[in-house]
Structures are given as structure tokens and as C-alpha cells.
């Protein structure tokens, strides 16, 4: 079993930046993938940002330019710097993990809000 805590979330002005931390823990082994999702009201889960055991990492284009995935795998750790955020970015934030040989294990953290005022 992995467990995720995220932290970081909150309010802030359009424009302005906040950064996500996803901790992970537990049974954690070989290639893996962790990755920053959202999801607004009425709206569906959408992925914003993975980053994989080999540093490999991609960005919505949503995002592209103003937000950056980034980890740390001695702690098994990701994080999310969003700069310039816009009211549009409002969202409760989730930290997901897939791993094993077919990425078949998939683990969700609680989510944090990101609410971006106009």
C-alpha cells in the first residue's frame, strides 16, 4: 500500500503562485509515475502534470509555461510551482501514483484546494 499527503493548497490573487507537495509512503518499488490532477465543480479530473521514477516529465497545455512538476526521489516526493495562476486554475488538487510492471497500482491522495481569487 502507498499513502499520499498532499499540502500547499489555498487562496490566492490572479497572478500570483502557490507550491503543491505531495509526500508518498509505504510499498514503493521499481518504475513509477506520480502526477498532479485537479478537478473543478461540475467539471471531470483532468491531469495537469507527471513526472515518472527516470525524471521524465510532462505538462498539460493548459498549464505549459506557467506551472512545473518537479521531485525529489529521496523523499518520494513531488511538487507542483504554479506561477500566474488564473481563476480558472480554481481546483481541488490531487496527487496520484501508478506503479508496478504495468502500472497496474494507482493510489490517490486527499486533494487540496487551489482557489484563485479575480
Known amino acids: 500500500q502507498v499513502q499520499l499527503v498532499e499540502s500547499g493548497g489555498g487562496l490566492v490573487q490572479a497572478g500570483g503562485s502557490l507550491r503543491l507537495s505531495c509526500a508518498a509512503s509505504?510499498?514503493?518499488?521499481?518504475?513509477?509515475?506520480m502526477a498532479w490532477y485537479r478537478q473543478a465543480p461540475g467539471n471531470q479530473r483532468e491531469l495537469v502534470a507527471r513526472?515518472?521514477?527516470?525524471?521524465?516529465?510532462d505538462h498539460a497545455d493548459s498549464v505549459k509555461g506557467r506551472f512545473t512538476i518537479s521531485r525529489d526521489n529521496a523523499k518520494k516526493a513531488i511538487y507542483l510551482q504554479m506561477n500566474s495562476l488564473k481563476p480558472e486554475d480554481t481546483a481541488v488538487y490531487y496527487c496520484?501514483?501508478?506503479?508496478?510492471?504495468?502500472?497496474?497500482?494507482?493510489?490517490w491522495g486527499q486533494g487540496t484546494q487551489v482557489t484563485v481569487s479575480s
Open positions: 496520484n501514483m501508478q506503479q508496478g510492471l504495468r502500472l497496474q497500482y494507482e493510489y
Open positions: 509505504g510499498s514503493i518499488r521499481g518504475f513509477y509515475i
Open positions: 513526472i515518472n521514477s527516470n525524471g521524465v516529465s
